[in-house]
């Protein structure tokens, strides 16, 4: 399947193999990147030997940190792979950054010069750091990018804070006034139901009986003018009440004036 999804002028380059098995041929460059850490330590030695005959020139990554992957059956330190390239003949090409590859890859080549162990222990610390500094700047790329998105939502959220505070004291506002009608329409039904009670009480009172002429009849209708101006009062002010109550509850802060504190609930008592 996968030399079927090569491009078809490179796929008679391409074939299934083994890095276990021979390599026929002499190259200018062999790359294994990521591959020895898969096979079992003996096939690794035989895959290093291989690629080690048939070039003088290798790009050779193999993870030393990923020990979790199941797949992962010869995960081995970097100054391994440095001592054991070395007993075929080759040394890092310490020069030469292959960093874009990833940070523990190394450029191997055929040298008559044979590096010693401290030399190479140097330059697997030295590959180490590098990791170390690239998983740093990583580390700070992705908290950057965490605070300028904490930066964006933190604006955004004083910016909708700032408009619900405006609505908020917009909406107290309307709730003070609210109570201030609710006040004023009870005591124009508390004082109509007081002049109703006078009413009551002078009609049952004796002498007062039925209407005796224009006179009473006059009074009565006075009362009755009287008790009707106070209840279209509290009428036009219930009706102005609800109005506004309306608008309250159908507005954004509702919840928020709800959860702080009751006052419409309150009003609505």
Not at 82 to 107: M, Q, T, V, W, Y
Not at 232 to 260: C, D, F, M
Request: hydrophobic share 35%.
């Amino acid at each position: 399947y996968a030399i079927s999804q090569v491009r078809r002028d490179l796929q008679p380059y391409c074939h299934v193999g083994s890095i276990v098995d021979g390599i026929e041929g002499q190259y200018d460059l062999i790359t294994c990147i990521e591959v020895i850490e898969h096979i079992p330590e003996t096939q690794g030695l035989r895959a290093i030997e291989n690629l080690t005959r048939a070039t003088d020139t290798i790009v050779f990554s193999s993870t030393p940190y990923d020990v979790d992957e199941q797949t992962h059956f010869n995960v081995r330190p970097i100054v391994y792979w440095l001592k054991l390239f070395r007993e075929h003949g080759f040394s890092p090409d310490l020069g030469f950054d292959l960093n874009f590859i990833c940070d523990h890859a190394i450029l191997f080549r055929r040298s008559p010069e044979r590096l010693s162990d401290e030399v190479l222990r140097l330059y697997s610390r030295f590959v180490r750091q590098r990791h170390d500094v690239v998983a740093r700047d990583a580390w700070l790329h992705q908290r950057s990018e965490r605070i300028a998105a904490l930066e964006i939502e933190t604006k955004e959220r004083i910016a909708s804070l700032e408009i619900e505070t405006k609505e908020l004291s917009s909406a107290r506002q309307q709730i003070q006034l609210l109570e201030s009608a609710h006040q004023e329409i009870q005591a124009n039904l508390e004082a109509a139901n007081r002049y109703v009670e006078e009413l009551i009480k002078t009609r049952n009172a004796p002498g007062g009986g039925e209407p005796s002429g224009s006179g009473e009849s006059g009074i009565d209708n006075a009362a009755v003018r009287t008790l009707e101006f106070r209840m279209g009062g509290v009428e036009e002010r219930y009706a102005q009440l609800s109005h506004a109550l309306r608008g309250i509850l159908e507005s954004r802060i509702w919840r928020t004036l709800v959860k702080g504190g009751g006052l419409i609930e309150k009003v609505l008592r």
